[in-house]
């Protein structure tokens, strides 16, 4: 080879060795590993305050504004590298379908709607270069959903998932059941009187977000035969069933006509073929609100979870300090209502309210057997990789690794952990641990806390793998 050809041969080699280096794609944000946050600042202040600032707040005997912002914060995703186009794709830890998947000419994106407290991996390709991550989203409820929409923007309906809380040491499944405002208009009115159905309030991108991403197979529509006059179906379109159940809100809920329809529209969740099922009246903050009380008893959440999530509701809403107090009041009533039931717990007296309305205990435990995720020891026997005879006296109160009834060995205990770490390397973490605390020690063993910490640390850390 003569000089000449020596020296293009170089400085091609030189050229392709700068533009591959320049196309590299590093991830910057969020940081490996990195616990990001779902919830807005204002959100968060309001779901760590007590249940009579969150009162204060409302009635407007706070000087702040009675409104926390209609938006979550999306999980913003960076890196650096040169290139036309990037290929973004983010997949929640073991599953096989991604959720957010595009193409962008930019070097960052905002994904929203990503589950509370779960693992998520994601990749960028672009310019012949690949850099792929991991993040996990902050275990903090509720997980607030956003539509978002084709030109960067995202609509709010004041929907929730009413799942990602921890209920007595299981974690109610996320994806099932969500609570929002209405999905159109109420009905066209001439003096006085229904002459047309409703106008849209979802754009195009609205409705396939609904089908596609949340998968929404059930519309409970809880609006009057008045509000719905000239609709047929759901406005989501065919394939979703539209389940309209003309339903009463708050001390209502006691009456024949308010029983009736709960009734009615609690018959929808013993079947599991119609989840994911969003619930809706018109605004999202009364007879929504009411019916998801009934849920939240029969899934045995706390009252000042009950309270929280409907105050998150009002304060939403942007409430005059005038509205907000009659609010607290009718539903402060409404609770009080559950009285006239036995039971020690607000939880246990709106269950008995539900076997009342003419279901079982049977009934009852198939719904919370549908939307409660499995305790770690139930999913691992169900699975084939723990005696199944070992788990068969666990209860639904504690969720633990420990599960024989009287206690396990220290050595049955540490093989529980191993097989939940090759099982499940994050989904289910310190929780199942902590919830296997009675006072401080696990069920049946003396397990000192240090080593309990190291425990947590290698579930958490096999998550990386």
Known sequence: MNAKNTTAAILALAAWTMTAYAAEIKLVAPAPGATVSLLSPSEKLWREATRESRNEFLSGKTPQTRKIGRKPCPVRLEWTGTGDVFNVRVTKRGSGDAWFQAEVQTNVVEVWNLEVAKVYDWEVRGGGSCAKG???????????????????????????????????????????VFRSARLNGNAKQENGKPVAAGAPVLTKDGVSYMRERLGIKTDLDLRTDKECFGMTGSPLGEGVAWAHIPSRAYSRMFDSRGKAACGKCLRLFLDAANYPIDIHCFGGVDRAASLVVILQGILGFPEDEIWQDYQFSSAKSGFSPKEGSKCLQTFSEFLKGFDQYDGATLDERIRKYVIDLGFTEADIEKIRTILLEETFSAALASEGRVDAAKCAAETSAVGGLSCAKGGVSKAEYLDLVEAAVSAYPEDHVAEYIDDADINGTPRGLSLERPRKRVLVNTLKGASAH
């Open 134 to 176: 991991t993040f996990q989203t902050e275990d903090a409820a509720p997980r607030v959903i956003v539509i978002p929409q084709s030109d960067g923007t995202v609509q709010g309906r004041n929907m929730r998932d009413i799942g990602g809380l921890v209920v007595a040491g299981r974690r109610v499944k996320q994806g099932m």
